[in-house]
DNA sequence: CCAACCATGTAAGTTGTTACATGATTAA
DNA sequence: TTAATCATGTAACAACTTACATGGTTGG
């Protein structure tokens, strides 16, 4: 119960919306929700398999050949529940970025300044992704009432990545020399 | 290269500030770069023995018996600033507790309130923590060309904590129902 | 008909954690 | 003297990734 059970969590978290394939479901976790957790093909198959020999999924032939269509149970909705009760095991940090500015010293300006660049590039991007993904959020009647929770999520990721844009430009000016600043 | 070379920049960082053995290198990792970084015993000591093995490190007979005292080579030196030139390579998103909120209709709200709660109590300790390493790094002379690295280090830590709690604030008021606040 | 996509599954390999085994030194 | 801490190292295990193998379906 302990082995996978982030994976069980995740799976059976995407089959509480609605049934989907192992395809569907990692297509689902590879977008709104991929932003905040990731799983990978190799482990949601198998995570499948042991489900539904629990009996939390049932699966149904789909409408292509060999592919089958899964199914949250009710003893399936139950386990979920506990699943998100219990508290979140924490991931051990390991901020590459973090890394390289902590040790910053041992490297050259023109380094920190490409990790800052490359820092302060993906907090835009992100941005820019989530305000895509509000305006389809708000186009989506059929799961509205998940979009208050889903809505939270992104909104956690947009802070997180504001928060990051104030620490470049501070960590630029605390670090950086000036004329290494493009303007004038 | 590839492998371990996540684990090398650490440990060749720790020891681009000063020698230390394998015991003093996870204690730093623990204490201000743990925040923002993990490394464990078990990838240490092999991670030890093969920098050593490619000079990049040298051993000296420490002040216990048995205990190796290790020093950082000007190769050693030279590999950790390609290192830090790097690209970070991008940990894998998994974040428990928003995985909790995204699926938080699957749950019941005293649920949610508990995962907030601790989301915020984390948030604050972290606060907290920052502060007292501040504090102490403001009296630290020894080590003053590395604070202002340090301080940008611990900034983001602070930025993000804060991020955090501004969060948890805006998530209790969008999704807890106002009956369960305690006030009044 | 061919490329892109849908779909499932396995096997090998890498990475990282945990527990264990061992023993010296220091402070209460 | 006994507990805590310093110190090193290994072995087993768990988790996760990647590549491979296979084949059906859809649209241009």
Not at 24 to 43: K, M
Not at 46 to 57: I, K, R, S
Request: charged letters at 20%; hydrophobic letters at 45%.
């Amino acid at each position: 119960m302990a082995r996978q059970a982030q994976t069980a969590t995740a799976v059976l978290g995407v089959l509480s919306i609605g049934p989907a394939t192992g395809y569907e479901i990692r297509q689902a976790v590879a977008n709104v929700l991929g932003h905040f957790w990731h799983e990978s093909f190799g482990q949601i198959y198998p995570c499948l398999t042991e489900l539904e020999a629990d009996g939390l999924v049932l699966a149904a032939p789909g409408e292509r050949a060999n592919s089958r269509r899964y199914e949250i149970t009710a003893a399936g909705r139950a386990r979920l529940k506990m699943l998100l009760a219990e508290p979140p095991s924490p991931q051990p940090p390991r901020n590459g970025t973090l890394l390289r500015i902590f040790f910053g010293r041992a490297a050259s300006p023109a380094e920190l300044a490409t990790v800052l660049d490359t820092q302060e590039t993906e907090a835009r991007a992100r941005l820019a992704t989530f305000a895509a993904i509000r305006a389809e959020l708000a186009t989506e009647a059929a799961y509205a009432e998940h979009v208050p929770y889903w809505s939270a999520t992104i909104r956690a990721g947009e802070l997180a990545a504001e928060a990051q844009l104030t620490w470049v430009a501070e960590t630029r000016a605390a670090l950086l020399p000036p004329a290494t600043l493009p303007t004038s």
